[in-house]
């Protein structure tokens, strides 16, 4: 679970988003969820990463 949500939180990051506002979001939308749903949130993140976000079928 803590991987999935730093690799969450450095795509917020890596996004353009503050350590605040990921932090903030993380809290709203991470953080007590389910699994499932936020391992693929990370999986579509790495894939971005070692792919480019245009090769992503995002889910969320």
Same mark, same amino acid.
């Given at each position: 679970? $803590?991987?999935?949500? +730093?690799? =969450?939180? @450095?795509? @917020? =990051?890596?996004?353009?988003?503050?350590? +605040?506002?990921?932090?903030? @979001? @993380?809290? $709203?939308?991470? +953080?007590?969820k389910p699994i499932l749903p936020l391992a693929k949130i990370a999986v579509d993140v790495l894939g971005a990463l070692l792919m480019g976000a245009d090769h992503v079928n995002a889910s969320a």
């Amino acid at each position: 679970m $803590d991987d999935c949500e +730093r690799v =969450i939180e @450095l795509g @917020l =990051i890596g996004g353009g988003k503050t350590r +605040r506002e990921a932090e903030t @979001l @993380l809290n $709203d939308h991470v +953080r007590g969820k389910p699994i499932l749903p936020l391992a693929k949130i990370a999986v579509d993140v790495l894939g971005a990463l070692l792919m480019g976000a245009d090769h992503v079928n995002a889910s969320a």
